[in-house]
């Protein structure tokens, strides 16, 4: 795998990267992120998350845990490979996002979100489609971390900027799954939304510093394969 660091992409992003950052993150980006829970639902139906404060607590675990060792490190590094046209860091990158998924929902998630962001790739940002990627995408199946990344960098973003993106992105579909599992009122969603917010910017330090991405989360991996079989559940993860 390719671990480089070195970019050429701009130290601050124009408002020409910007506002499409702020889309890419948005909720109503339409690949399917609100269905999951990423394990909460089923944290929730053991009684480890049951208030506000536990919530929080979970969520930011999670991201530092998780997602700045993983998924954050998988995005910074498709960046690069994207932008220098480096196919086999990509398939490298992919290909290990689909072996860290440690449960089918895991799995099914990355490759639903990463097929949906495809087709909005499609519709909205042909331009951004690579070759080898329309090449591959009948005998792949394409992560969400890794496809997000090439559509952040088809635009004219700093790379530390698009990590931010995408940590808010997930960090406001995770608020929204502790409000609706816990259950919890919106100010307390917010609340959380704050803490993660505060959280996201060492989060992402701790990425970009990262050489290589990590996966190693066994209590998540276990509320997962439990939430399979769950009697009662809202989300599919």
């Known amino acids: 795998m390719d671990t480089r660091t070195t970019i050429t992409t701009p130290t601050t992003t124009?408002?020409?990267?910007?506002?499409?950052?702020?889309?890419?993150?948005?909720?109503?980006?339409?690949?399917?992120?609100?269905?999951?829970?990423?394990?909460?639902?089923?944290?929730?139906?053991?009684?480890?998350?049951?208030?506000?404060?536990?919530?929080?607590?979970?969520?930011?675990?999670?991201?530092?845990?998780?997602?700045?060792?993983?998924?954050?490190?998988?995005?910074?590094?498709?960046?690069?490979?994207?932008?220098?046209?480096?196919?086999?860091?990509?398939?490298?990158?992919?290909?290990?996002?689909?072996?860290?998924?440690?449960?089918?929902?895991?799995?099914?998630?990355?490759?639903?979100?990463?097929?949906?962001?495809?087709?909005?790739?499609k519709s909205v940002r042909p331009e951004a489609l690579t070759p080898a990627l329309s090449r591959r995408e009948r005998e792949k199946e394409w992560t969400y971390p890794v496809v997000w990344a090439l559509a952040a960098a088809s635009f004219d973003c700093e790379l530390r900027d698009a990590l931010h993106a995408f940590a808010f992105g997930w960090a406001e579909n995770m608020m929204q799954?502790?409000?609706?599992?816990?259950?919890?009122?919106?100010?307390?969603?917010?609340?959380?939304?704050?803490?993660?917010?505060?959280?996201?910017?060492?989060?992402?330090?701790?990425a970009v510093a990262q050489v290589e991405p990590q996966a190693f989360s066994p209590m998540l991996a276990i509320l997962s394969s439990k939430h399979e079989t769950q009697y009662s559940r809202l989300f599919r993860s």
Do not use: K
Request: hydrophobic share 50%; charged share 20%; aromatic share 6%.
């Open 177 to 206: 799954a502790a409000v609706r599992s816990v259950p919890l009122g919106q100010s307390s969603g917010q609340r959380i939304l704050s803490r993660l917010a505060t959280e996201i910017v060492p989060a992402v330090h701790a």
């Open 14 to 121: 124009s408002i020409d990267g910007l506002l499409p950052l702020m889309w890419l993150a948005s909720p109503a980006l339409p690949v399917g992120g609100f269905s999951y829970s990423e394990g909460l639902e089923s944290a929730v139906d053991a009684g480890l998350v049951t208030d506000e404060a536990q919530a929080a607590h979970w969520l930011t675990q999670q991201l530092h845990m998780t997602l700045a060792r993983a998924d954050l490190v998988v995005v910074r590094l498709a960046i690069i490979a994207w932008r220098d046209g480096d196919m086999a860091a990509i398939d490298a990158l992919n290909d290990w996002m689909l072996r860290t998924r440690e449960t089918s929902e895991m799995r099914q998630q990355t490759v639903q979100m990463g097929r949906s962001m495809v087709e909005w790739l």
